[in-house]
């Protein structure tokens, strides 16, 4: 190779070599610092995930106890399935596992027994101090032909007897089939708007709504529900009509003189 070349490439070399030896190294100690910012920061974030997390199940939780009348007949009593498939019992497991560890649902159901019968026995169901009264009655008085009148008056003295003793009323609406007749069958399920539109209680417009007439849902007698029945009645038909209630009703507890006296006496003994 001729000398000048080689010369030259040598100086190209170094040259190269120079140029590397000017460029300023890593900055490792800022990339660590950013590195470690960001662990820090997602630490953090999952920190404050974890605390809300903890704070939703904490309030999800209602210790405050309370007590649920299920008033009715076979409809409520469950006739025909286990004790534990029953309304009542399906729906004090639902509440339960909704956070109100401390409600209780009393079965008064009784089959058989027409809305008159009922309101026989109001003083002593009455016994339970039920904050929330679940009335279902009037079926059996259609399947009978009572007066419609007379269901209606029944009804509205169960009503007016349970909110005298201090309980929140649902009232469950009912149908019957059109073998009573059109004229009877319209007058029977007009009561129950009425009755809620006039007493503002709570309603459930049908209480066997999306389980009537349905034979999977249904025993044989295509009258009383099964398990799986009564578990469509408590999530589709009553879970949507009673939380609004139960918070009511817990919230005017709370705030109840008795309850207040009740929290002042256990704070000066602590």
């Not at 497991?93 to 027994?113: D, I, P, Q, R």
């Not at 009655?137 to 003793?165: H, S």
């Not at 044989?220 to 038909?237: E, L, S």
Request: charged share 15%.
């Amino acid at each position: 190779m001729h000398s000048t070349s080689i010369k030259h490439l040598s100086l190209a070399i170094f040259s190269s070599l120079s140029l590397m030896a000017c460029q300023p190294a890593p900055d490792t100690t800022t990339q660590d610092s950013a590195n470690q910012e960001a662990i820090a920061q997602d630490s953090t974030a999952q920190s404050t995930n974890s605390a809300q997390n903890n704070s939703q199940s904490a309030e999800q939780t209602i210790t405050q106890p309370i007590t649920i009348l299920a008033l009715g007949d076979s409809l409520t009593e469950g006739l025909g399935v286990a004790e534990q498939d029953s309304y009542p019992a399906q729906l004090e497991a639902a509440l339960h596992e909704a956070g109100y560890v401390n409600a209780k649902v009393v079965n008064s159901g009784l089959s058989g027994e027409t809305s008159t019968g009922l309101v026989n026995r109001l003083d002593w169901v009455m016994k339970t101090k039920p904050d929330i009264t679940i009335l279902t009655t009037g079926a059996n008085d259609a399947m009978r032909g009572i007066e419609v009148a007379m269901i209606e008056k029944n009804i509205r003295t169960a009503i007016e007897r349970l909110q005298a003793g201090g309980s929140t009323v649902i009232l469950g609406g009912m149908q019957v089939y059109d073998n009573m007749g059109n004229e009877y069958v319209k007058s029977f399920s007009d009561i129950y708007p009425r009755i809620a539109e006039d007493t503002g209680v709570a309603f459930i417009p049908f209480f066997l709504d999306g389980v009537a007439a349905d034979r999977e849902l249904n025993q044989d007698d295509a009258i009383h529900p099964t398990k799986d029945g009564y578990t469509i009645i408590v999530n589709d038909n009553i879970l949507p009509v009673l939380k609004p209630t139960l918070a009511q009703v817990l919230d005017s507890n709370q705030s109840s003189p008795d309850t207040q006296l009740s929290t002042a006496t256990t704070a000066e003994t602590s």
